[in-house]
């Protein structure tokens, strides 16, 4: 199902040779998605048929490369903000990029350094999170390892390193 075409009025509104050198300016500065530039095209008022040959130019002269873009999404999302692959990937989804691609650039992502990340983002939260029991702690440790989108076994793991000491609920 195609979204609806917008019209547009007014400055925001591009001719096809407008769009292709707005495009080409955006991409030279930092990599876009084949589904990034549909959606400015969108936005700019321009019909589909003439985007997608302005798309085509752009994917043809290597502006726009999707497979580029997701080695670079992976890469930043893993060293900047700390993601994990559930979430990298989820992300990746949402912008149309083909599975092929998502799995090639998440194979080249180090995993010893990923668990690493999982260590240091959980120690920063384990500093912030207010808990009554260690037991609790840990559970706000896993659930916001898991917000993150790492697997569960590594989120456990990390979790259960940092928070030895889990006395149950019976404690009274």
Sequence with gaps: MQPPEVKTTGKRAK???????ALM???????????????????????EREG??????????????????????VRDKLRLSGWGEYKIRT??????IDRELIDAALAQADR?????????????KMRT???????????KLI???????YDYETVLD????LVTDTETCDEF
């Design 15 to 21: 001719t096809p040779e407008q769009a292709l050198a």
């Design 25 to 47: 300016r955006l991409c030279a500065r930092a990599e876009k998605s084949q589904d990034d530039a549909r959606r400015l095209m969108r936005g700019w008022g321009l019909a």
């Design 52 to 73: 997608e040959q302005v798309l085509a130019r752009l994917v043809r002269d290597r502006f726009i490369d999707d497979g580029r873009y997701a080695e670079a999404f």
């Design 91 to 96: 992300a990746l989804q949402r912008k149309r």
């Design 112 to 124: 010893q350094d990923m668990a690493g990340r999982l260590r240091q983002q959980l120690e920063r």
């Design 129 to 139: 999170t207010r808990h009554t029991t260690q037991y609790e702690l840990k559970t």
């Design 143 to 149: 659930r916001y390892g898991l917000s993150l989108g």
């Design 158 to 161: 990390s979790a259960a390193a």
